[in-house]
């Protein structure tokens, strides 16, 4: 798919995804009518031509609606205005200065975000921590791997991710721990696949709570119960030491800790059905785990946010580096523990020195850190001490000890635990300033001053993904109006807050060359990170920069991290870390008996503010759901596509009910992506507590306790309307269920509600707008036009239907029933594209199906080519279709990008059970 963006270039233009931390290449290419495309780059190490869903539909993106055009400040009245960048520019330094001029520079912050570039993160980090002189900028990255990032510096004394993509590959045994891959990393997940058809001896063990579709390789899934990661790598650690799998001799060499350590994980695994039961698994599945991890040199154990969104996280981590420490499989090929991160820059921020913990560089706040940042920025301001932590940041804007608060390129009202007390807390805050690229997020609606910012696409910088590889992120369409890239506005904001000398960049590779050079400044092999050999690079070598893994040392031979079995901890030796097995901080009780978790879908990224306008992309998922195992469906009367409330102390969320045998019993399981401006009450951080790992200060997400009731709703229905008209706001709807899903030219509202209205055409007239609303007058028909209404009622059984039509076209269709069922809606969102509307027709939109012989495709699960359920089912009834290959051929699913491969498994393997007597 394609736009027709104003171009910079004609040429194929090598970028990267800007979704998540698998980092993968992206060419985008332009055809002869101007029109863009984009498709894997085939020479990128990181995904060699692959695209998953999401990337595939990048180009649909380029011209992002709701895309913020103009600097805007709020004025005396309330309201937001568009102001010249001078203005806004003055306005943030004015507010920076006071507040630091009568509070000090610990009473303002920046908050930025694992989206944004590398350029973009260092200028930031020198801007808070080297000239305002206080540490509290922290980004949204503390949100999904800080906990890693805490255990890889406790036991390395560095944050350095020791294991690449190709040790994946070539890994004998790969341990899953708290990562759906196949949706969240699936590039990684086509890798592994392919790694796993060339060599089948290859052994995978998920661990998750949850059946997930990464379990469509696995040869063992441990169902683990929720929080228990620490005990099962503790009870880990003692089979190995029992089974005498123990390298005595790394340990001597390289390692500390390991008595103590092990005496630890003995106490919380005193014998293996202890183990089992505690960790709520079969004892014989955890044996063959134990056994598989002891036989198997060549393991990498990977994990993601099922471990570090834990207010143990840190020790989670620990103790599966323990493991690896213990058995000396770390700094060879095919071994080692590897932390995948979620964002596509997390950890060019964690480099920079993006975590308010740490100063710059991979340097922490040491005196000789403090000393040498010092004299490299050239400041005698530099921050002393670590500063707030994301959660912390946000409670001192609420608590008023941050005055001045810049939020870059991030959405903390939808992501950030207890979301009601971050909108509280912006409410509070005298001055929060936002740069986004468009202007619908939650957060925006609490900005003093929005900037517009440049997107993918636009952008010219780095990033760097989860395998350590620096990447270009480069241009080929021009920012829209007045949008300007972060690393542009930081600088000028530092200009006007008199640290001219500091900020004076011209481009991005200027600040590319003093990072580089930072990180090699007085090294010598003393830290993990160094890029030393491009800090001379010219602007051309710059823009030239080939996919390359750090450390990149000036004048040196680069080697892999830790492979002489030496660390970057005082004396040079790991650290094992004993630790002791918590569970989750949110009790469980008869109040609120069950535990939520949330997690990320295939085809969403974050917020949707990209990926939600993408029509196919919503086609897999269209609105927020709750997975609810049968059993628990059964116990709090909750039906299969009915609307679930959910809730605790902290609020409360609606959801549509998706039964699941795949959830563990006890648990449910919402996707994160919903914010406000897509669902009225489909946000899981509406009911999350600001509960933190006190290490890592990542926030607890997963294992919140809740109860669940059904939404006790009197009718349902949907709502499709012309983009012609107004979109109407949810916040319209707020008394109900109500979800806004982006179609091609229609877009729909799911609707549902306790109250029912008496006059249901004059609630339609209101809430969904009439001629009056529209915005423009199509072409060929006439200004004030009137729209007439058709009607369709049938209260006894509580039925509906009324569509507004103008000129011959349908403005809006309302369907109102009295139960929730899914409805195919395709062949009425067509009819929106007729010019002028058959009398047979409207005839269908009032019997609400069409009288011809339209075929239900059914969900779709092949996003790429919108190939839903029901036609993989007639092609499997019509065909003997043995593998996903065959279906592919027949059908076109899957033969793209292939993210819905473990789906199309689960299809084939269901339709195989239902076939068999
Ligand atoms: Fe982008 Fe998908 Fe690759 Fe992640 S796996 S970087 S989302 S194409």
């Known amino acids: 798919m394609n736009s027709t963006s104003q171009t910079i270039s004609q040429a194929t233009v090598k970028t990267t995804c800007p979704y998540c931390g698998v980092g993968c290449g992206v060419l985008a290419e332009q055809n002869g009518q101007g029109h863009w495309s984009v498709r894997g780059d085939p020479e990128h190490p990181a995904n060699f031509g692959r695209l998953c869903s999401k990337g595939a539909a990048l180009a649909e993106t380029i011209d992002l609606p709701h895309r913020l055009t103009e600097p805007q400040v709020r004025q005396t009245d309330g309201q937001l205005a568009a102001v010249s960048w001078d203005l806004a520019l003055n306005t943030i330094a004015a507010g920076f200065r006071a507040a630091i001029d009568e509070f000090g520079p610990e009473s303002v912050g920046i908050y930025v975000s694992g989206q944004i570039l590398t350029e973009d993160y260092y200028v930031a980090n020198k801007l808070m921590k080297g000239f305002i002189g206080a540490a509290n900028i922290d980004t949204n990255s503390r949100l999904c791997m800080s906990s890693a990032v805490a255990a890889y510096n406790r036991a390395f004394g560095s944050d350095t991710v020791p294991v690449s993509y190709e040790d994946l590959e070539n890994a004998d045994l790969v341990v899953l721990v708290g990562s759906n891959t196949a949706y969240a990393h699936p590039v990684i997940f086509q890798r592994l696949v392919a790694a796993k058809e060339r060599r089948p001896e290859m052994k995978f063990v998920v661990i998750d709570p949850r059946r997930t579709a990464t379990c469509d390789i696995a040869d063992l899934h441990l169902p683990l119960a929720p929080g228990a990661d620490a005990l099962l790598f503790n009870g880990l650690l003692v089979a190995l030491a029992d089974a005498d799998k123990i390298n005595q001799a790394f340990l001597a060499d390289s390692v500390d800790g390991f008595e103590e350590t092990l005496a630890t994980a003995r106490t919380d695994a005193p014998d293996i059905d202890t183990l089992a039961q505690r960790c709520g698994l079969k004892k014989s599945d955890l044996e063959q785990f134990f056994n598989w991890f002891i036989a198997t040199e060549r393991t990498v154990s990977l994990w993601s946010q099922g471990m570090n969104q834990s207010a143990t996280g840190t020790d989670k981590g620990n103790a599966l580096i323990n493991c690896h420490l213990a058995t000396g499989r770390i700094g060879k090929p095919a071994m080692g523990p590897f932390s995948i991160t979620g964002q596509p820059n997390a950890m060019g921020g964690r480099e920079v020195g993006g975590l308010a913990n740490q100063l710059a560089a991979h340097q922490g706040f040491t005196p000789e850190a403090i000393d040498r940042v010092s004299r490299f920025w050239g400041s005698d301001r530099v921050a002393q001490k670590p500063g707030l932590k994301a959660v912390d940041l946000f409670a001192a804007a609420g608590s008023g000890k941050i005055k001045a608060l810049w939020i870059i390129a991030t959405n903390p009202v939808f992501s950030l635990p207890d979301s009601h007390a971050v909108r509280a807390a912006l409410a509070t805050c005298p001055l929060v300033v936002l740069s986004e690229c468009v202007d619908n997020t939650d957060t925006a609606a609490f900005a003093d001053v929005l900037l517009p910012a440049t997107t993918w696409g636009e952008r010219n910088g780095t990033v760097t ?165 049968p059993q628990d469906a059964a116990r709090f009367r909750l039906r299969g596509h009915q609307i679930a409330r959910i809730g605790n102390a902290n609020g409360t969320a609606l959801a549509r009910v998706h039964l699941d045998d795949n959830q563990r019993p006890g648990s449910l399981f919402m996707p994160m992506h919903w914010s406000q401006a897509f669902s009225q009450h489909g946000l899981v951080n509406a009911l999350t507590d600001a509960q933190t790992d006190p290490v890592s200060g990542q926030p607890e997400f997963k294992t919140q306790a809740v109860w669940a009731e059904p939404y006790p709703a009197k009718w349902y229905g949907f709502a499709l309307i012309s983009q012609r008209l107004t979109v109407p706001s949810l916040a319209q709807f707020s008394g109900g269920y109500a979800v806004l899903i982006p179609g091609d030219g229609v877009v729909r509202i799911e609707l549902a509600g306790i109250d029912a209205p008496e006059d249901w055409l004059g609630w339609a007239k209101r809430q969904l707008g009439t001629l009056d609303a529209r915005n423009t007058v199509p072409q060929g028909f006439e200004q004030g036009e009137t729209a007439h209404w058709i009607e369709f009622a049938d209260p006894a059984n509580g039925r509906f239907r009324i569509a507004q039509i103008h000129a011959g076209q349908l403005d809006w269709v309302l369907h109102i029933t009295a139960d929730s069922r899914a409805v195919d809606t395709q062949w009425l969102a067509g009819l929106f594209r007729e010019t002028e509307l058959s009398t047979l027709q409207l005839a269908d939109v009032m019997a609400g199906k069409p009288a011809g012989a339209q075929t239900d495709v059914g969900p779709i699960i092949c996003a790429c080519f919108s190939i839903g359920r029901n036609t993989l089912l007639d092609a499997m009834a019509e065909h003997p279709i043995p593998d996903v290959k065959t279906l592919g051929a027949c059908t076109q699913a899957g033969t793209n990008c292939g993210s819905c491969i473990p789906e199309l498994k689960a299809l084939l393997a269901h339709s195989a059970l239902v076939a068999t007597p």
């Open 465 to 629: 993904n989860s395998e350590r590889r620096i990447t270009r992120q480069l241009p080929f369409i021009r920012p829209p109006a007045q949008a300007r890239h972060d690393w542009w506005v930081v600088c000028e904001v530092a200009k006007r807050l008199s640290f001219d000398d500091g900020f004076n960049f011209p481009n991005t590779a200027a600040i590319f060359r003093e990072y580089a050079a930072m990180t090699g400044f007085e090294n010598n092999g003393s830290r993990d990170l160094d890029l030393s050999a491009f800090a001379t690079f010219s602007d051309a070598e710059y823009d030239a920069l080939p996919p390359t893994r750090w450390p990149q040392p000036a004048n040196q031979q680069a080697k892999e991290p830790f492979a002489d079995g030496r660390f970057f901890t005082p004396n040079r030796r790991a650290r094992m870390i004993a630790v002791r097995a918590q569970g989750p901080t949110s009790a469980l009780t008869p109040t609120y008996p069950l535990r939520l978790n949330n997690g990320r879908l295939r085809d969403q990224w974050h917020g949707m503010s990209r990926t939600g306008a993408v029509p196919k992309l919503l086609n897999h998922a269209s609105e927020p759901t709750v997975s609810v195992h």
